[in-house]
């Protein structure tokens, strides 16, 4: 059964409204911790120090342990590989969460999957690139929502304002604005009629300015196409 949890409990409980709404400043997107008076949610941009990992602004990861060390969630992840991980903006990323890269693939097409090559005194030799199962580059778009635990394997590209459900491993691609559950993830539901998902993917409102955002943010967090639709 796939449970789409609510990461906010402690944040709720742990916010102070005053102090929120008297801060004047812009939100940043290269502080560590944005949330006042919390510290397991961390903007993951400036956390980043693979250069094969590219993180959008206000993306944020949440977890209980050090969620600063995002990169750990990021596995099997070998330079000579050269594969990339590329992640939009405005994404949500639950806790114990992970990206597997293209390093946990072993060959398939021989009799044995068994790495003799990475093992000392086995004396073989490593198996050019082109003889792995190499899937490229894994990809999420923008304001995706990944839920607790979920495990994204190699070269998946997820498509901007999906859902990924709680402890899914998603090992195919996602339709923008889908909601997916189970081992595999499978698709449930589109979260809006196409009309709406097509609006969606031309307005992009994740690159409007700063300021724009703000000024609309009881539009996007609401459901009045309409009204978002007059926004100029």
């Known amino acids: 059964m796939c449970v789409l949890k ?38 993951v941009k400036p956390l980043i120090k693979n250069p094969n990992v590219t993180v959008g602004d206000f993306t944020y990861f949440s977890d209980d342990e050090n969620p600063e060390d995002f990169e750990r969630h ?21 806790k114990g969460v992970t990206f597997m890269m293209n390093g946990a693939n072993h060959k398939m ?18 198996p050019p690139l082109n003889e792995f199962p190499l899937k490229g580059d894994t990809v999420i778009g923008n304001d995706v929502w990944i839920g607790e635990y979920a495990t994204i394997l190699a070269g998946v590209k997820i498509g901007n304002g999906a ?31 196409k009309e709406t998902v097509d609006f969606l993917l031309n307005l992009k409102w994740w690159d409007w300015s700063i300021e724009k955002i703000k000024q609309n943010i009881d539009i996007l967090s609401n459901t009045d196409i309409e009204k978002l639709k007059n926004i100029e």
């Open 109 to 126: 097409n021989a009799f044995s999957t068994y790495p003799f090559y990475i093992f000392e005194g086995w004396n073989a030799k490593i």
């Open 6 to 43: 609510k990461p906010f409990d402690e944040i709720f409980n742990r916010l102070n409204p005053k102090e929120m709404n008297e801060n004047k400043n812009n939100p940043n997107p290269n502080v560590k911790f944005p949330v006042p008076n919390i510290d397991t949610v961390c903007y």
């Open 163 to 193: 859902i990924i459900g709680t402890r899914s491993v998603v090992a195919s691609d996602v339709e923008p604005y889908t909601v997916v559950c189970g081992n595999p993830a499978k698709p449930v539901r589109k979260r809006f009629d």
């Open 74 to 94: 990021i596995t099997h992840f070998y330079e000579f590989y050269d594969d990339k991980l590329i992640i939009g903006k405005f994404c949500q990323i639950a």
